[in-house]
T-cell receptor, first 115, second 112 residues
Framework: GAGVSQSPSNKVTEKGKDVELRCDPISGHTALYWYRQSLGQGLEFLIYFQGNSAPDKSGLPSDRFSAERTGGSVSTLTIQRTQQEDSAVYLC?????????????FGSGTRLTVV | KQEVTQIPAALSVPEGENLVLNCSFTDSAIYNLQWFRQDPGKGLTSLLLIQSSQREQTSGRLNASLDKSSGRSTLYIAASQPGDSATYLCAVDGGATNKLIFGTGTLLAVQP
């Protein structure tokens, strides 16, 4: 597609429920990133995909968080047993990686509210 | 560990003024530096990308410079407009880490 697409744009969930956030990167972009932005905080790196593998998942805050990418394209970030501190905007970015860095394109994000 | 700092944290200027936003980073081994804009409740919009071999990039009223050796970048906005009001973020791509490290952002308000 023309840009990075994220869905849903907003999600309200009850504490303890599982949620899935989706990211559809720019076609042909091999690198995909998930970031989290909590209220009044900077952007926090969560996980990086190169193709379908995740060589860096060091930013995932707990084992309740997981992510996968299939077909070198769409990625899903899953949060199990959501907690109120998971409330944040979850941003996805993609990049064309191959010798020269072309920069990163971000989606509009998913605003997650855990009540 | 790469750390990125932006100064000032907030800035308010009258319409028409020229202004400079500052970004500093602790590890000069970067592939590139990117400036983003974030409007309230929205995602990030890429403004300018400077490769490590470049000194500056320009787009319209925006000019970004990069001095790798001193670990600094500046974003210059000419003839500011109320529509420029947003949070401006700089981020460095360290290459080996394969992820962007973001600064804390500068909240800009341009008063009509």
């Amino acid at each position: 597609g023309a840009g990075v697409s994220q869905s849903p744009s907003n999600k309200v969930t009850e504490k303890g429920k599982d949620v899935e956030l989706r990211c559809d990167p720019i076609s042909g972009h091999t690198a995909l990133y998930w970031y989290r932005q909590s209220l009044g905080q900077g952007l926090e790196f969560l996980i990086y995909f190169q193709g379908n593998s995740a060589p860096d998942k060091s930013g995932l805050p707990s084992d309740r968080f997981s992510a996968e990418r299939t077909g070198g394209s769409v990625s899903t970030l899953t949060i199990q047993r959501t907690q109120q501190e998971d409330s944040a905007v979850y941003l996805c970015a993609s990049s064309l990686v191959g010798g020269v860095s072309y920069g990163y394109t971000f989606g509009s994000g998913t605003r997650l509210t855990v009540v | 560990k790469q750390e990125v700092t932006q100064i000032p944290a907030a800035l308010s200027v009258p319409e028409g003024e020229n202004l400079v936003l500052n970004c500093s980073f602790t590890d000069s081994a970067i592939y590139n530096l990117q400036w983003f804009r974030q409007d309230p409740g929205k995602g990030l919009t890429s403004l300018l990308l400077i490769q490590s071999s470049q000194r500056e990039q320009t787009s319209g009223r925006l000019n970004a410079s990069l001095d790798k050796s001193s670990g600094r970048s500046t974003l210059y906005i000419a003839a500011s407009q109320p529509g420029d009001s947003a949070t401006y973020l700089c981020a460095v791509d360290g290459g080996a880490t394969n992820k962007l490290i973001f600064g804390t952002g500068t909240l800009l308000a341009v008063q009509p």
